[in-house]
C-alpha cells in the first residue's frame, strides 16, 4: 500500500458503523475517519509510510499521543500521531485536521466565556457557553487559555511581510462594551495579491481612536513588517484612509471601490425613479474599454444631469474619477480589483461569526475572534488556487 492511499479496512469500519446504528454512532464514525486521516497525513508529511524505505523520507514516526477533542457531536478519543528526526525541528508535525477550526472556535468560546465570569451574559449566552465551554467556568480558566491562544494570534498578526503587488483594505463595526456603554468599534482589515498571484489577509486591527489615526498607525505596523511593493490600493472612501495612505504610502495609486461609489451615487439622485436611469450610466463608465473613454462617458453624463439633477451631476464630477484608476493596471487584473469585494465577503462572514456573542465584553476579546477568523481564511487563501495570472504584469 502507498502511503498516499487510506486503509480500506479502517473506511470500512467507520462505514459499517453508521450503516449499522446511522446518526447514533456519528461520532465513533468520526472519530476513526480522522485518526486515519491524521496517520495519511504523518506518511505525506514524512515522504513515507510505514517501514516504507525512500530516500525522500524526512523522519520516522514516533508513535501517538492520546487526545480528547469536544466536537459539536460530542467528546471524541484522538491518537495524534508524532514524528521524530525531521529535518525542521522547529516547525513540528501536527494534523491540519485539527488545527482547521479550531482558532476560531476556541475564541468564539472565550468571547462567551468572558461574558459569562463578567457577568454581563443573558440567559441566552449562558446557555450557549455551558453547551459550548462545560458548566464549570473560572475566570482562572478563562485567563489561561486565553493567554494561550493570544499568542499564537498575536505571533500571526506581527508575522514577517514580504512584496505584495495589489493591497484591499476594508472596514466593518462589531458591537463592544466598554465604559459601562456599548459602542461600535472599528475592525480595520488587510489583505493581498502576492506576486505569484495569491490572495493572503495581511493584517487586522480593532480600536476605538478617530479614524484617521487608526488607519495611520495599521498601515504603518504593516510597512514596520516588511510590506513593500504595492503598486495599487483598492478600497472604499472610509474617513481618514486617504490620508493615512497619502503619509505612509505616498505615490502608491489609489482605486475607489466602484460598489461603494454606485452606492453613495444613490444619496444625490433627486427622484427614486431616476435611480435605476443613474446606476445604468455609472456601470456604463465603469465598463467602458479604457480610460479616455470613460473619462469622455463621464463628462457627458454630468452634462446631461446638469439641469435636473445639479447636486448629483456635481457629485460625478468630484468623485466618479477616483473609481478610474482601475484602467492603469493590467486589462486581466480590473475586474477584480475595481472593488474591495474580496473583504466584503470576508466581512459577511465576520458578522455570521461573531453573531452568536453578539456583543462583546471587550476590544480585546473582539480582536481575539476577529484575528482566528482571518488566520484560517488565509490559511485556506494561501494553500488555495492562483487568484490573478501575474504574467500580465
Given at each position: 500500500m502507498s502511503h498516499h492511499e487510506p486503509d480500506a479496512t479502517t473506511i470500512s469500519a467507520a462505514l459499517e458503523l453508521l450503516t449499522k446504528h446511522g446518526f447514533d454512532d456519528l461520532s465513533q464514525a468520526l472519530q476513526i475517519l480522522l485518526n486515519e486521516a491524521m496517520r495519511l497525513e504523518r506518511s505525506e508529511y514524512l515522504g513515507a509510510g510505514p517501514w516504507e524505505r525512500t530516500?525522500?523520507?524526512?523522519?520516522?514516526?514516533?508513535g501517538f499521543k492520546p487526545k480528547r477533542v469536544r466536537t459539536r457531536l460530542g467528546e471524541i478519543d484522538l491518537e495524534i500521531p508524532k514524528t521524530r528526526g525531521h529535518d525542521d525541528e522547529s516547525e513540528p508535525f501536527y494534523?491540519?485536521?485539527?488545527?482547521?477550526g479550531v482558532r476560531s472556535e476556541q475564541a468564539l468560546?472565550?468571547?462567551?466565556?468572558?461574558?459569562?465570569?463578567?457577568?454581563?451574559?443573558?440567559?441566552?449566552?449562558?446557555?450557549?457557553?455551558?453547551?459550548?465551554?462545560?458548566?464549570q467556568i473560572s475566570s482562572s480558566q478563562v485567563s489561561r487559555v486565553t493567554a494561550q491562544l493570544d499568542e499564537k494570534l498575536e505571533q500571526w498578526r506581527t508575522r514577517k511581510l514580504g512584496s505584495i503587488a495589489y493591497l484591499i483594505l476594508d472596514a466593518t463595526y462589531?458591537?463592544?462594551?466598554?465604559?459601562?456603554?456599548?459602542?461600535?468599534?472599528?475592525?480595520?482589515?488587510?489583505?493581498?495579491?502576492?506576486?505569484?498571484?495569491?490572495?493572503?489577509?495581511?493584517?487586522?486591527?480593532v480600536s476605538l481612536s478617530e479614524a484617521e489615526v487608526h488607519w495611520r498607525t495599521f498601515l504603518q505596523s504593516l510597512v514596520e513588517r516588511g510590506l513593500h511593493g504595492v503598486q495599487c490600493i483598492t478600497s472604499d472612501d472610509h474617513a481618514g484612509l486617504r490620508a493615512a495612505v497619502r503619509a505612509v504610502?505616498?505615490?502608491?495609486?489609489?482605486?475607489?471601490?466602484?460598489?461603494?461609489?454606485?452606492?453613495?451615487?444613490?444619496?444625490?439622485?433627486?427622484?427614486?425613479?431616476?435611480?435605476?436611469?443613474?446606476?445604468?450610466d455609472i456601470r456604463a463608465i465603469f465598463n467602458a474599454p479604457d480610460r479616455p473613454e470613460g473619462e469622455r462617458l463621464l463628462r457627458l453624463t454630468a452634462e446631461r444631469y446638469a439641469q435636473r439633477a445639479p447636486g448629483l451631476a456635481a457629485w460625478m464630477e468630484a468623485n466618479?474619477?477616483?473609481?478610474?484608476?482601475?484602467?492603469?493596471?493590467?486589462?486581466a487584473h480590473r475586474r477584480r480589483l475595481r472593488t474591495s469585494n474580496m473583504l466584503e465577503r470576508l466581512n459577511r462572514e465576520i458578522k455570521r461569526r461573531t453573531r452568536v456573542a453578539s456583543l462583546f465584553p471587550n476590544e480585546a476579546s473582539a480582536l481575539r475572534l476577529v484575528t482566528a477568523i482571518l488566520a484560517e481564511t488565509s490559511d485556506e487563501w494561501e494553500s488555495g488556487r492562483i487568484y490573478l495570472s501575474m504574467e500580465a504584469c
Open positions: 530516500e525522500a523520507r524526512r523522519g520516522y514516526a514516533n494534523p491540519q485536521a485539527l488545527e482547521r468560546r472565550l468571547a462567551l466565556a468572558e461574558m459569562y465570569v463578567q457577568g454581563v451574559s443573558t440567559r441566552k449566552v449562558r446557555a450557549i457557553t455551558e453547551r459550548l465551554c462545560g458548566t462589531i458591537k463592544v462594551r466598554h465604559g459601562g456603554s456599548v459602542i461600535d468599534c472599528a475592525v480595520l482589515i488587510a489583505s493581498g495579491i502576492d506576486e505569484e498571484g495569491k490572495r493572503c489577509v495581511l493584517g487586522c486591527s504610502l505616498p505615490g502608491t495609486l489609489w482605486q475607489r471601490c466602484q460598489v461603494h461609489l454606485q452606492r453613495n451615487a444613490v444619496a444625490h439622485v433627486p427622484k427614486v425613479e431616476m435611480r435605476a436611469e443613474v446606476a445604468r466618479i474619477q477616483e473609481g478610474l484608476t482601475v484602467f492603469s493596471l493590467p486589462e
